[in-house]
């Protein structure tokens, strides 16, 4: 994943709306879908819960 789409998955992680990750990063709601797309495409993923549960085990969510 790209900085960017960690970014926003640690924002989804954290259980925030698209419009809040949007508000929060300063970035349109559409980017926002365009970059969870990326994740769950990446992570052969299909839902929130989904990306958040292969993130966690994985340790992408844990600060750098």
């Known amino acids: 994943l790209t900085p960017r789409e960690v970014e926003v998955l640690r924002l989804v992680a954290a259980g925030y709306t698209n419009p809040e ?3 929060n990063l300063v970035i349109s ?6 970059h ?7 992570l052969d993923t299909s839902s929130r ?6 993130a966690r085990k994985h340790g992408l969510l844990e600060d750098r």
């Open 21 to 23: 990750i949007a508000e």
């Open 29 to 34: 709601i559409r980017t926002v879908e365009t």
């Open 36 to 42: 969870r797309a990326a994740i769950h495409r990446k």
């Open 49 to 54: 819960a989904e990306a958040v549960a292969f």
